[in-house]
Nanobody
Framework: QVQLVESGGGLVQAGGSLRLSCAAS????????MGWFLQAPGKEREFVAA????????GYADSVKGRFTISRDNAKNTVNLQMNSLKPEDTAVYYC????????????????WGQGTQVTVSS
């Protein structure tokens, strides 16, 4: 099992940047594909980005390609999401998640979830 805790959310103006972090507990962190999802009010939770266990493969939703970067540090049990050129439509609660599947984008494939961190982008 792995426990996940997100941090780094906040309020930022459009065009600004935020860096989200997810700290994982457990000795098997490096076995998991890690993902970030967002959920806007009244909407379904949706995929943002994922990174393979080694960090060698990443994937992004079309809406964030070129603006967001996912990375991980297996020695520190952390996964990060660098968000640049933020837009008001990026406003949501962002969740860190872990799966034993390889690079899945479906939220149903992820067994472990953090509590989420709020990101608000003002126009």
């Amino acid at each position: 099992q792995v426990q996940l805790v997100e941090s780094g959310g906040g309020l930022v103006q459009a065009g600004g940047s935020l860096r989200l972090s997810c700290a994982a507990s457990g000795r098997t962190f490096s076995r998991y594909t890690m993902g970030w999802f967002l959920q806007a009010p009244g909407k379904e939770r949706e995929f943002v980005a994922a990174i393979s266990w080694s960090g060698g493969t990443t994937g992004y939703a079309d809406s964030v390609k070129g603006r967001f970067t996912i990375s991980r540090d297996n020695a520190k049990n952390t996964v990060n999401l660098q968000m640049n050129s933020l837009k008001p439509e990026d406003t949501a609660v962002y969740y860190c998640a872990a799966t034993t599947f390889i690079m899945h984008t479906k939220k149903t494939s992820y067994a472990y979830w953090g509590q989420g961190t709020q990101v608000t982008v003002s126009s």
